[in-house]
């Protein structure tokens, strides 16, 4: 079982920024995804970023140039940094852990952050 806390989200002015963190506390397999998603009021949750095991990562193209992903495997941590935000960024953003244990994969969420984005 893993269990995963976020925390950073906040308000911010257009072209601000903001880190998002989460610690995922559990047993983590060696061969993992870590990553953010977003849903905003109405829309379906959507991919924002991930990053493999072998740092390996995708972005969502509404957001390449502008967020970083990056993890610290010591501490099961992955972060999201968010620079020149937009207000269509705003959204509650869910931290994302899929670990691949006995041949099956096992996905894991967060409570979900709240980011808001003031124009």
């Known amino acids: 079982q893993v269990q995963l806390v976020e925390s950073g989200g906040g308000l911010v002015q257009a072209g601000g920024s903001l880190r998002l963190s989460c610690a995922a506390a559990?047993?983590?397999?060696?061969?993992?995804?870590m990553g953010w998603y977003r849903q905003a009021p109405g829309k379906e949750r959507e991919l924002v970023a991930r990053?493999?095991?072998?740092?390996?990562?995708n972005y969502a193209d509404s957001v390449k140039g502008r967020f970083t992903i990056s993890r610290d495997n010591g501490k099961n941590t992955v972060y999201l940094q968010m620079n020149s935000l937009k207000p269509e960024d705003t959204a509650v953003y869910y931290c994302?852990?899929?670990?691949?244990?006995?041949?099956?994969?096992?996905?894991?969420w967060g409570q979900g952050t709240q980011v808001t984005v003031s124009s």
């Open positions: 994302n852990v899929v670990n691949l244990v006995s041949g099956s994969w096992r996905n894991y």
């Open positions: 559990g047993t983590i397999s060696s061969i993992n995804i």
């Open positions: 990053i493999g095991n072998d740092a390996s990562t």
